[in-house]
């Protein structure tokens, strides 16, 4: 199985999904955006995954490719049935090039948050075994406000901010960061463009608390990743 990876900054990477694909012998190739790479051509992939990044879905002037991807996930997602797994600024873009629509947040949510999930989740391929409610990394301050048609909303917030959407029967988008290990904090922390979302969302000196915190729910992260992961791998190759 070959996966394709498209990647907006260089922290923003598969996180602890590169561990299990590495168990599993699954190979995966980055496209690093941020840095100029082109979008490859679709053919010799099995699946699509976008990760975060610091910009917004409609930055297009400042970052002219995310016109491209958007055309490119629609593509994967639409024409050619490609599974199709988003992490947050990733779940933001399938949603606006599937036709739905991105509101900027009145305040950034940074932080450990909950996903409570819809009774449409509970015969959702990607969320077999996973609880009805879990604690979660959120790191954005943008939110999918419209989805496309065809969506089914898989979990919220407690503040009703979708977290989790699937489009047609194999693209997923999560708003919240599954995919967080033992460095992420520390590796976001150092990204420029955070500084003013990190003390919007969490006042001074933000990153220990935000640090500890992650590492109080890291069993918890890391379980449902191994689950999230497995799931999305056994419903690609279905």
Not at 12 to 35: C, K, N, Q, T
Not at 45 to 52: C, K, P, Q, T
Not at 142 to 167: D, F, H, M, N
Request: with cysteine; hydrophobic share 45%.
């Amino acid at each position: 199985m070959r996966i394709l990876v498209l990647q907006h900054h260089a922290a923003e990477h598969p996180g602890i999904f590169r561990d299990f694909m590495a168990e599993d012998g699954i190979s995966w190739d980055p496209v690093h955006l941020y840095d100029g790479e082109s979008l490859p051509a679709l053919d010799d992939y099995d699946a699509l995954w976008a990760m975060g990044g610091p910009m917004d879905v409609w930055d297009e002037d400042l970052y002219p490719w995310l016109a491209a991807e958007k055309v490119f996930i629609r593509e994967a997602v639409h024409d050619r049935r490609l599974p199709f797994l988003g992490c947050c600024l990733g779940h933001q873009l399938l949603a606006v090039a599937m036709g739905g629509r991105c509101e900027r947040m009145p305040v950034p949510r940074i932080g450990i948050g909950e996903a409570e999930l819809t009774a449409d989740a509970h015969t959702d391929p990607l969320f077999v075994g996973i609880e009805p409610r879990s604690s979660v990394l959120q790191w954005h301050g943008v939110a999918v406000t419209e989805v496309p048609s065809g969506t089914a909303v898989l979990a919220y917030s407690p503040a009703g901010v979708i977290q989790a959407v699937r489009i047609g029967d194999r693209a997923w988008g999560l708003q919240y960061h599954v995919e967080v290990t033992d460095s992420t904090v520390d590796e976001w922390g150092a990204i420029r463009e955070y500084a003013g979302a990190l003390h919007q969302a969490l006042g001074e000196d933000p990153l220990p608390k935000l640090r500890a915190d992650t590492a109080a729910h890291m069993d918890d992260f890391r379980r449902n990743a191994r689950r999230v992961y497995e799931n999305f791998i056994a419903a690609a190759r279905a």
